[in-house]
């Protein structure tokens, strides 16, 4: 069956540590890969994106992802948490012509000051 | 300013009565989807659009009923709601045309049935 797995519900970071939020996929082929991240209340909004090329992908807010084939892996990792990074991560994986998208359970960060 | 706006934000209803949440987008966008989110499932795709009069199934559509009549509008319509219907509700909007494949999200309509 197809599937997004964050295998982590909660994590919590230092401000100023890094951070790397882990995602695993399983589709026969190589998906678009995506992040997204919801603040409290708010919708979904893009950080990064993967379709081709360059395995490691820059995102918005200092955020970074590497595409992993061999691990069926897309983990998120940023050098230095700041607390506005406080939030819930989803991976999500597009398929079909962007027509179909699954997401993950999602990552609640929580970052100690 | 480009948005995708979703009314009503809240709402509490009984079993059985008919109700529309309303999807609007003001960025031309071809394709809109509908997506709910449950604590540890994730957002799950319940129907989509790729264009005025097409739609076809998400993952989850049983109860759920859509319609594409202009760009601009993708309501959701939840004929006979029942408390398993209670959830957060996300639209979505993406311009299939470029091919980018991002997903612009309202800001949820949170729905309780009793």
């Known amino acids: 069956a197809q599937s997004v797995t964050q295998p982590d519900i909660h994590i919590t970071v230092s401000e100023g540590a890094s951070l790397e939020l882990r995602c695993n996929y399983s589709?026969?082929?190589?998906?678009?890969l995506f992040w997204y991240v919801q603040s409290p209340g708010q919708g979904l909004q893009l950080l990064l994106k993967y379709f081709s090329g360059d395995t490691l992908v820059q995102g918005i807010k200092g955020f970074e992802a590497e595409f992993k084939r061999s691990q069926s892996s897309f983990n998120l990792r940023k050098p230095s948490v700041h607390w506005s990074d406080a939030a819930e991560y989803f991976c999500a994986v597009g398929l079909y012509n962007f027509n179909k998208f699954y997401f993950g359970s999602g990552t609640k960060l929580n970052v100690k000051p | 300013e480009a948005q995708v706006t979703q009314n009503p934000r809240y709402l509490i209803t009984v079993t059985g009565k008919k109700l529309t949440v309303t999807c609007s987008q003001n960025m031309n966008h071809e394709y809109m989807s509908w997506y709910r989110q449950d604590p540890g499932l994730g957002l799950r795709q319940i129907y989509y659009?790729?264009?005025?009069?097409?739609?076809d199934k998400g993952d989850v559509p049983e109860g759920y009923k859509v319609s594409r009549k202009e760009k601009r509008n993708f309501p959701l319509i939840l004929e006979s709601p029942s408390p398993n219907q209670t959830s957060l509700y996300f639209c979505?909007?993406?311009?299939?045309?470029?091919?980018?494949?991002?997903?612009?999200f309202g800001e949820g309509s949170r729905l309780t049935v009793l």
């Open positions: 979505a909007s993406s311009s299939q045309g470029a091919s980018t494949g991002e997903l612009f």
């Open positions: 589709y026969g082929a190589t998906p678009y």
């Open positions: 659009s790729m264009n005025v009069e097409v739609t």
